[in-house]
């Protein structure tokens, strides 16, 4: 497929062309906004530059000035400054005083190089005293302060006028030169009564302040100036400027503030910003030139910029958009071969080479499709009939898998069959429920074992072949597979499944013994129930002896006819418990159910038991259908529920006939036997003892018992009216012993039987 010239508007390298051009437009936009945001960004970075830098010089020279105002309150309390003040001209100044004095002075000079000296003019003494001196004020004043300009009686002035602490102007001698140094001056306050003991005097030292101002990043390329509140320069970085004129010094009045104005006749940008410590103002002037340097060589690399985007970018542009063109016509050309008419030409190239790749795709999907699935429909095949035992055994392992695609990397081999069944709401389509149980297992095993699903006459089962070095551990890690899975399928699809496992055989052939292990196993779902995993080994039934004797029977035919129907319940309830233990055979289980039903219908007189056992409930045949444990469970309860009924409207009906008469003809005519008890009446009319007590008692009115012991004490009374003794007489009227009789006929006559006779 190529395009024609009047469609080249069409095509993809026209919109490349286009796109690079965009992309090529893009830093030109830019640079122009940037060329036209510079001036703006430059006043910025000025006037940030220049604050930041000037808050440099404040923070350090006020906290300078901190410490100097602090060590000037340290020494007016110092108790050696406070003793030499105290010292008087008329006692003579003591040296040594004098001399500790001068020491501590020195010490706190040395700690501290922002300060020039210390000096300490005493009022009584009228002498100054340093870390270097202790000379009288005026030889003091001719040493350091004395100028034409200040005169001794200014200075003396100065030293005897009250000072709270402030900063002032004085000229002092530096290697003979005078030069004026802001210095710090306090008053010392009198012990006792007003006025000052002396001032003092700290001289800052001015070089030190210069030194750290030509060492502050920026402060070379302008002027920077330390002035006090009546626009004098205190500090400067530079020696070109003697004194702010008048127009510089309405700088100050502005406070803490940036703006441009001239100076020395460049335009420049001022800073201001003013001390809290010492009210001193630090004024810096930088030239706007030396920032707008770095802005025209900005200008200049974008313009340079510029020329260099269009000119190189159309070159680049043809070249790219021609060396990406070429592979897409080689693709063009390639499917315009496999393609008997030609593709409109209303197409570019990138919509027609992917719907033609779109179909190679789909063309190459169809046909891997069809192989996976014929290789799987081989594969559910071959398993079937290998765990049926009708494959060729003599095919070895390794070329067995190849040729089925198998990924068996063992030779070791179990085999699991899967019983599905599903919930209310649940899928009902075998297969699907097949497909969905078989994909979701197999994600569950896979990357522990090897597992390969078949059907097997409409079972879902599977081969799994261990891996190497797991057989040891591989029933835990099939469980625990399994258990996920069917956590999961149980929730999301609604399928129940029982799962049944043979041990691990060996080889080929294995795997036909392994699948015969998994059917017997599968008959212990009754016994396991539904939804449970069973092994083969742990299933496998072991020799064991019939366990329902005759003496059990006997035992349960006792506890129907003595109307203890809970305990024949629950000797049911452990007859089947017992049955259905994993060691126990299934054909003598059901053996044995079907005894315990039969000893449950003997339990019902004769004449009922063909008319209602026998044909109304058809009971074996009942049980015979039942597949379950609970199913057998079930059915045995309903088995017995009958038979107590049948027992039950047996002895309503048999106490319904006079019952009480009967026993109580019965005592009369038994009283003699020493056996007769309310447990053999019990016997005799084949009623528990609790109930023909309780009949009696409600049709004669008495206890039975106590009836029995009555009838007994009467006939006793005869006999000892004849003058037969009385040990005779408790043997014929049935009592154990004489002691026996006694106390009976004590509780019911009032007196004993020799009182009784004696009467008589």
């Known amino acids: 497929m190529v395009l024609g010239r009047g469609n080249f508007s069409r095509s993809v390298a026209f919109r490349w062309i286009v796109s690079y051009a965009v992309i090529l437009l893009i830093p030109v936009a830019l640079s122009v906004i940037v060329y036209s945001q510079t001036r703006e960004i430059v006043e910025y970075e000025i006037k940030r530059a220049s604050v930041a830098m000037l808050k440099q010089v404040k923070y350090i020279v ?4 901190r410490q100097t105002e602090n060590l000037a309150a340290q020494l007016t309390v110092h108790p050696d400054v406070r003793h030499f003040l105290d010292l008087k001209a008329e006692t003579g100044a003591s040296a040594y005083h004098i001399y500790r004095t001068e020491q501590q002075l020195k010490k706190m000079l040395a700690a ?6 210390i000096y300490i003019y005493s009022n009584a003494l009228d002498s100054v005293l340093s870390g270097e001196t202790y000379a009288s004020a005026r030889m003091f004043y001719e040493m350091k302060n004395q100028t034409g300009t200040f005169a001794y009686e200014d200075w003396r002035e100065l030293m005897i006028a009250d000072h709270a602490g402030q900063y002032v102007q004085l000229p002092v001698k530096n290697k003979e030169k005078k030069e004026n140094t802001p210095s710090y001056i306090r008053s010392f306050p009198a012990q006792a009564g007003s006025g000052a003991a002396g001032t003092l005097l700290i001289p800052l030292n001015a070089e030190k302040i210069k030194t750290m101002l030509e060492n502050i990043d920026w402060v070379k390329k302008g002027q920077v100036f330390i002035v006090d509140p009546n626009g004098q320069i205190l500090f400067q970085n530079s020696e070109n400027v003697e004194a702010l004129s008048a127009t510089y010094r309405k700088w100050i009045g502005r406070g803490t503030s940036t703006f441009t104005d001239t100076f020395q006749g460049k335009k420049s940008m001022i800073t201001i910003e003013s001390s809290d410590t010492s009210g001193w103002s630090y004024v810096s002037v930088f030239p706007v030139d030396v920032f707008w340097e770095r802005a025209r060589a900005v200008r200049t690399l974008n313009v340079l910029g510029l020329a260099l985007c269009i000119g190189f970018g159309g070159l680049l542009i043809y070249y790219f958009a021609r060396k990406n063109y070429d592979p897409v016509k080689e693709l063009v050309n390639v499917f315009s071969l496999r393609q008997r008419q030609r593709t409109s030409r209303d197409l ?8 033609n790749v779109l179909e190679t795709i789909r063309e190459r999907d169809d046909m891997q499709n069809r192989h996976v699935r014929q290789i799987r429909v081989l594969q559910s095949y071959y398993l079937s009939r290998l765990m049926k035992g009708q494959t060729d055994r003599n095919v070895p392992l390794a070329e067995a898998a190849m040729m089925h695609h198998l990924s068996w990397t063992s030779d070791r081999f179990a085999v699991l069959l899967f019983y599905i069944d599903s919930d209310e709401g649940g899928t009902t389509d075998l297969p699907l ?5 078989s994909n979701i297992v197999k994600d569950s095993v896979e990357g522990r074992h090897a597992i390969d699903f078949t059907d097997v006459d409409g079972t879902l089962g599977a081969v799994v072949n261990v891996a190497p070095g797991r057989a040891d551990c591989w029933k835990d890690e099939i469980e625990d597979a399994l258990a996920q899975a069917y956590e999961f399928i149980t929730a999301r699809y609604k399928l129940r499944f029982t799962t049944v496992g043979s041990d691990l055989q060996t080889g080929l052939d294995g795997v036909h013994q392994a699948f015969l292990q998994a059917l017997e196993a599968q008959e212990y779902r009754m016994v396991l129930g539904e939804d449970a995993l069973i092994w083969y080994g742990n299933v496998k ?3 064991g002896s019939y366990f329902f004797t005759v003496n059990d029977e006997m035992i349960l035919l006792n506890l129907l ?12 309830d452990q007859i089947v418990q017992r049955a259905f233990q994993r060691q126990t055979p299934l054909e003598m289980a059901k053996c044995v159910l079907l005894d315990v039903a039969t000893t449950l219908i003997k339990s019902i007189p004769g004449p009922e038991q063909a ?17 379950t444990k609970a199913e057998f469970h079930q059915e045995l309860h309903d088995i017995f529920d009958k038979v107590c009924g049948v027992l039950r409207s047996r002895q309503t009906a048999h106490a319904g006939a006079g019952i009480g008469d009967q026993v109580a003809e019965f005592v009369k005519e038994n009283y003699r036997d020493p056996n007769l008890s309310v ?17 009696f008692r409600e049709q004669i009115g008495q206890g039975l018992h106590d009836f029995i012991s009555q009838t007994r004490v009467e006939a006793a009374k005869a006999l000892l009216q004849t003058g037969a003794s009385i040990d005779d007489t408790a043997a014929r009227v049935g009592f154990a012993s004489g002691h026996a009789f006694i106390r009976v006929f004590k509780k019911y006559v009032g007196i004993t039987p020799g009182k009784y006779k004696a009467l008589q």
């Open 541 to 543: 039934p072991s020799e």
């Open 679 to 695: 447990s053999m009446i019990g016997d005799r009319f084949r009623l528990t003892p609790q109930y023909v007590s309780r009949l």
């Open 348 to 355: 570019d190239e990138y919509t027609y080479i992917r719907r």
């Open 62 to 65: 006020d906290g300078e000035l």
């Open 561 to 572: 006819k003595a109307d203890e129907f809970e305990k024949a319940k629950g000797m049911i």
């Open 611 to 627: 008319g209602v056992a026998w044909e109304e409930w058809r009971p074996l045949k009942r049980l015979l259908s039942c597949a």
């Open 112 to 117: 501290n190089d922002f300060l020039k000296d």
């Open 433 to 437: 429920s097949q497909f969905i149980v």
